[in-house]
């Protein structure tokens, strides 16, 4: 499996934004990349994804919507998560996940992935 690598974790007060980045390999090709978050003692959630090839997104909360932005930048292979008007809601372990073109993962649901990333823990006060 291929490690995904994190980062723009942190703390931040309510009301504050934070952006999320997660950079692959450079010859990683992926078929899909979101964000899935998860708190301790829970089942992960569905955060966002983006379906590489034709930019298709969908925020899989409706915690997300209007609050959440998922890009691309597909020279740096790299996807971002920019959140906004934060609440200690969204206080969780925030983990980059793909499904790697043709390993059969569709981004689908929270565990419907074939690599992951470490997480990175994104608290507001």
């Known amino acids: 499996h291929v490690q995904l690598v994190e980062s723009g974790g942190g703390s931040v007060e309510a009301g504050g934004s934070l952006r999320l980045s997660c950079a692959a390999p450079?010859?990683?090709?992926?078929?899909?990349v979101g964000w899935v978050r998860q708190v301790s003692g829970k089942e992960r959630e569905g955060v966002a994804r983006i379906y590489v090839e034709n930019n298709n997104i969908r925020y899989d909360g409706d915690f997300a919507k209007g609050r959440f932005t998922i890009a691309q930048d597909s020279v740096k292979n790299m996807v971002s998560l920019q959140m906004t008007s934060l609440t200690p809601d969204d206080t969780a372990m925030y983990y980059c996940?793909?499904?790697?073109?043709?390993?059969?993962?569709?981004?689908?649901?929270?565990?419907?992935?074939?690599?992951w990333g470490q997480g990175t823990q994104v608290t507001v006060s």
């Open positions: 996940a793909a499904a790697r073109e043709g390993s059969g993962h569709t981004c689908s649901a929270p565990d419907d992935y074939s690599d």
């Open positions: 450079p010859t990683y090709t992926a078929y899909c």
